[in-house]
């Protein structure tokens, strides 16, 4: 109610109090619902922290495919919706009402099927697409490729593609992190298809992000010294700019490393960082259950 009266601060405070009383009754629906909810709400507050605010959409989009949950999903497509409304992406913001429309015809707990309607009426009358590159486009790619993905080949391949398109870079690497034989590994890294690599884990720029947890933006690689230039006299690859950052699980722990060269328009920014974070959440997630289901597998046969 208060979201719809455009009373956002309050709105705020009240979602926040309510996702800690959640929390403490192990409620994932009504988490997932705050999550949505916080995402809008923050973007709301101030439009520059729209990164932020899609990686809370992000996480309150994946638990709610989890617990397939109709009304979650329903605030999760109404705050995704909202947001592209908001930002002129209006073709994305149709879509997410479109599907919120068909979810709330079978459910809708929070009567938001006329204010539906009323804005997907409001797109065709304006008949206006936007051309710019979405960054919740991307997201929305990884989410739907990665949530039902368990070979872990296919899985970092999808994640590199996505990934290197999303933040618009001319290569991207994903490293994993073997704690147990304290290495890192990949299948897809600097271009190659399925020879896999393996170094120790406490080398390179992944290696030093893995171990440190920090994000490493290097604006001229030939002149930062922690950049090693025997990798590109090896491949014949020239590398002009690096963004490396660490890849989380569910519970924060530190599970690889994503590595993207090469910005095509200039420089690595700050809200290709935020990106990065935001897709590192759901590849994060995905991964670890995929190198899971690959143990369990592995175990069944042994067995």
């Known amino acids: 109610e208060e979201l719809l009266n455009k009373n956002y601060s309050k709105a705020f405070k009240l979602t926040e109090h309510a996702q800690e ?24 507050q101030d439009k520059k922290k729209y990164i932020k605010s899609l990686i809370l959409l992000n996480d309150g989009k994946y638990l709610a495919e989890c617990i397939n949950n109709v009304t979650a999903k329903i605030l999760n497509e109404f705050s995704f919706a909202e947001i592209d409304f908001n930002e002129g992406n209006l ?16 459910q809708d707990e929070y009567n938001l099927l006329s204010f539906i309607e009323a804005k997907i009426q409001k797109i065709k009358e304006r008949n206006l697409l936007s051309k710019k590159r979405d960054p919740l486009i991307a997201l929305l790619k990884i989410g739907q490729a990665v949530s039902a993905e368990t070979n872990i080949d ?11 398109s999303a933040i618009q870079a001319d290569r991207c690497s994903v490293f994993l992190y073997d704690k147990k034989n304290e290495e890192l590994w990949s299948k897809v890294a600097l271009g190659m298809d399925s020879q896999e690599i393996r170094f120790p ?35 014949g690859y020239k590398t002009k700019t690096i963004l490396c950052m660490p890849i989380k699980n569910l519970n924060q722990q530190i599970i690889g490393a994503f590595q993207v060269l090469n910005k095509i328009d200039g420089e690595f920014s700050e809200e290709d960082e935020d990106l990065l974070v935001a897709i590192g959440s759901s590849a994060g997630i995905a991964l670890e259950n995929a190198q899971l289901f690959k143990q369990q597998k592995e175990m069944f046969i042994e067995q």
């Open 201 to 235: 884990a406490d080398k390179g720029l992944a290696g030093h992000v893995v171990k440190t947890g920090e994000t490493i933006n290097i604006k001229d690689a030939y002149s930062d010294k922690r950049f090693n230039k025997e990798i590109d006299l090896q491949t």
């Open 91 to 106: 073709k994305e913001a149709a879509l997410h009402y479109e599907n919120d429309k068909l979810y709330a015809q079978n």
């Open 154 to 164: 296919v899985l970092l391949k999808v994640i590199v593609e996505e990934t290197k």
């Open 21 to 44: 009383i959640f929390i403490r009754e192990n409620s994932s629906k009504n988490i997932s619902i705050c999550l949505s909810l916080l995402g809008v709400l923050q973007y709301f």
